[in-house]
């Protein structure tokens, strides 16, 4: 994997936020800062169409420094975000989808997403948080650490509000951008609607959360899907090894190629996992959810866990237990 933008790398290894850039020809790659450990931004990248319209992908987490941040960053491209007509969302992230409320109050910008996306969208409307008292009962979580897991959650975790989409997209349909030809693709996992854009003219594969230079994205975060998140990720990952030559635009962190290196490693990251909860369970059949992820390694280390951390870890811990249950586990 090689970076293909020496300052945005620099900045991004550091956990700074590196400064707006030009991608190709009316391509811009816009950094805007969040608050998470380890990932201090979102990119947002602004294409314009022969026509001399405007159209954003991904807007970045929704508050007053980041649209002053996208405004002056179009800006010094000679951009307004008055003139933004239409904003394509590869996910339903808030440090995605974030700005495209105002952008459409500012704009009259259309809000387009997959078909997929969309439904998770509606479904997280209705149905609130990922997890009730019974499945995490069912999870064997103590009663005492219900209480956390439980408040962590809710429709704000993964789509601050409910946003009115106006363009919802089929896989395999282009933007409507004039003059490009940005094709979308599914790639579910990371959520279950969860798109990349390529353009073979430009040479650019936008992966939205799919592909990460830095980062191995959480699985299954956005509603419950009605497949393994898992085994649906590495299809996804299997599926973009034809697109090996282009230049891959993350939504987080930097520019670079070898998208077939960086995917194995991806694949190779969550299968060791699998193999880890699968080693808990042939020793302990009757481990609970909650057993096995306090067996398995995580980062912060098991007992510093806590809040919406513990239930990612939860979570993901029993995706592979389904995933390792199912015939799409290689071993
Ligand atoms: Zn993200």
Not at 130 to 150: D, M, Q, S, Y
Not at 155 to 176: I, N, Q
Not at 189 to 213: I, M, Q, R, Y
């Amino acid at each position: 994997m090689q970076s293909t933008n020496a300052a945005q790398h620099a900045e991004a290894l550091d956990d700074r936020v590196p400064k707006p850039d030009e991608v190709r020809d009316g391509v811009w790659s816009i950094p805007l800062p969040m608050d998470q450990p380890g990932n201090p931004f979102s990119l947002c990248y602004a294409i314009a169409g022969s026509d001399g319209s405007l159209h954003l992908l991904d807007t970045g987490f929704d508050t007053d420094e980041n649209w002053q941040l996208l405004s002056a960053g179009l800006a010094g491209f000679g951009r307004s975000v008055d003139e933004v007509a239409s904003v394509f969302v590869t996910h339903l992230h808030p440090d995605h989808l974030g700005l495209s409320d105002r952008l459409r109050a500012a704009s009259g910008a259309d809000i387009g997403m997959l078909r997929r996306e969309h439904q998770a969208v509606k479904a997280i409307a209705n149905h609130g948080a990922l997890v009730t008292n019974e499945r995490l009962a069912g999870w064997g979580v103590p009663e005492e650490r219900r209480p956390e897991l439980l408040a962590a959650l809710g429709p704000s975790l993964v789509a601050r509000d409910v946003v009115a989409v106006d363009r919802v997209y089929e896989p395999g349909e282009r933007l409507d951008i004039p003059g490009r030809r940005m094709t979308l693709l599914a790639t579910p996992g990371h959520t279950a609607g969860s798109a990349c854009v390529v353009d073979d003219e430009l040479g650019l594969l936008f992966t939205g959360d799919t592909v990460l230079p830095r980062i191995f994205s959480g699985l299954g975060l956005g509603d419950l899907s009605e497949s393994n998140p898992i085994a649906d990720y590495l299809d996804s990952l299997a599926s973009l090894a034809r697109y090996d030559d282009l230049e891959v635009a993350p939504g987080h962190g930097f520019r670079f190629r070898g998208l077939v290196e960086r995917t194995a490693e991806l694949a190779a990251h969550h299968l060791h996992r699998s193999r880890a909860a699968a080693q808990v369970i042939a020793a302990e059949p009757d481990a609970s959810t909650w057993e096995v992820a306090s067996r398995l390694r995580w980062t912060a280390g098991w007992e510093r866990l806590g809040g919406f951390y513990l239930f990612s870890a939860l979570f993901q811990t029993q995706l592979h237990l389904e995933f390792v249950r199912s015939e799409a586990f290689p071993g």
